[in-house]
């Protein structure tokens, strides 16, 4: 039984550190960009969107972009990305920000560190909730039902 109380939170607490993980990468990745200084113009190769969910939840919609691009060197890269604008469509010429060494991360999302880092700390707050009532649960259980405890020796 103790498995419930410190496998399942232990097994969520590790999939929010997990996601905390991805959104700084993310966070770090998209201001390496925007401060490289090197920006390129890029065209618009396709648009598509991808669904989840359905049957019993709800549905969501993700808008993806596929760029390509010539970097100072004359490689040419082309890349994913997702959530950009509804308005951009196939054809449509966006300035993109890259870094040398990594020019296949770029991203076409105009520099916005404000909303970046708002959204990024936004969820790290609620993933940091998420490990804290983890936590609160392991400990209250320890100390409800530890050998010392309270409730020890009760059926």
Known sequence: MDYLFYGVPGLIMIGALAQAVAVVRRSLRLRSNWNSGLTAEARCLRTYTTTSGGGETSVSTTLH???????????????????G??????????????????PERATAHAPG????????????VFLSLIVAF????????AEVFAADGPFAGMP
């Open 113 to 124: 560190r404000g909303r970046v880092l708002a959204g990024a700390v936004g969820i790290l």
């Open 65 to 83: 972009h596929v760029y390509e691009f010539a970097t100072r060197e004359g490689r040419t890269v082309r890349f994913e990305e997702t959530g």
């Open 85 to 102: 604008p509804r308005t951009t469509v196939e054809g449509d010429i966006v300035p993109v920000h890259y870094t040398a060494a990594h």
């Open 134 to 141: 983890c936590v609160g649960i392991m400990v209250t259980y």
